[in-house]
């Protein structure tokens, strides 16, 4: 079985300062995507950064970037200059062929 | 990117009734579609996986005779709560690859509310 632990469900962050989302996964397959997904108020899902698993090179996006540990399973989130507009749930997702297990969440707040 | 409409947005039905929801890729055909189910301040949970021309697949503890999906073309896929109770009251939202290799396309999700 395919499992997300997202061992944070809340974290906080000062406006302008940086904070990294912790995620970890589990999976037999050898072929797969992490994803970090933003969810806010108004519930729609946001795609932030994805990762393919082949790829050793940790993705970048912007003020977003990951930290791929293959070996240790692990798939961390590193928000830059946080903003408010950054306040929101982010689920880590683990996925194959378009179906995604998603952790259970990390709430972000941000100060101003 | 690639644009996947969900409706309605909101709906409010009486207890027993019976509610649809409309999945549609927009520009792309989905073979394959999602159904989640998010209860309020916890995480996405797959229902089931609509499958273009064939039967869906549902995840362990979902009823298949009350969410009935259907995905009769190539770019629609609806599920409906039938015979509605309260705790069914929910956030429903599909999502659609373009392909296995890239991420799933979400719509702007369901809140129903059965009373």
């Known amino acids: 079985a395919q499992t997300v632990t997202q061992s944070q469900p809340e974290m906080s962050v000062q406006e302008a300062e940086t904070v990294t989302l912790s995620c970890t996964y589990d999976t037999s397959e050898s072929d797969y995507y992490l994803f970090w997904y933003k969810q806010p108020p108004s519930r729609q899902m946001i795609l932030v950064i994805r990762?393919?698993?082949?790829?050793?090179q940790n993705a970048t996006e912007n003020r977003f970037s990951v930290n791929f540990q293959k070996a240790a399973k692990s798939f961390s989130l590193k928000i830059s200059d946080s903003q408010l507009g950054d306040a929101a749930m982010y689920f880590c997702a683990l996925g194959s062929q378009g179906n995604l297990i998603f952790g259970k969440g990390t709430k972000l707040s941000v100060k101003p | 990117g690639a644009v996947v409409s969900q409706h309605p947005s909101r709906v409010i039905c009486k207890s027993g009734t019976s509610v649809k929801i409309e999945c549609r890729s927009l520009d792309f055909q989905a073979t394959t579609m999602f159904w989640y189910r998010q209860f309020p301040k916890q995480s996405l949970m797959l229902m089931a996986t609509?499958?273009?021309?064939?039967?869906?697949?549902?995840e362990q503890g979902v009823e298949k005779d009350k969410f009935l999906i259907n995905h009769a073309s190539l770019t629609l896929s609806t599920l409906t709560v039938t015979s509605a109770h309260p705790e069914d009251s929910s956030f429903y939202i599909c999502s659609a690859p373009v392909d296995r290799y890239t991420e799933a396309f979400f719509g702007q999700g369901t809140r129903l509310t059965v009373v």
């Open positions: 609509s499958n273009e021309g064939s039967k869906a697949t549902y």
């Open positions: 990762q393919e698993a082949y790829k050793q």
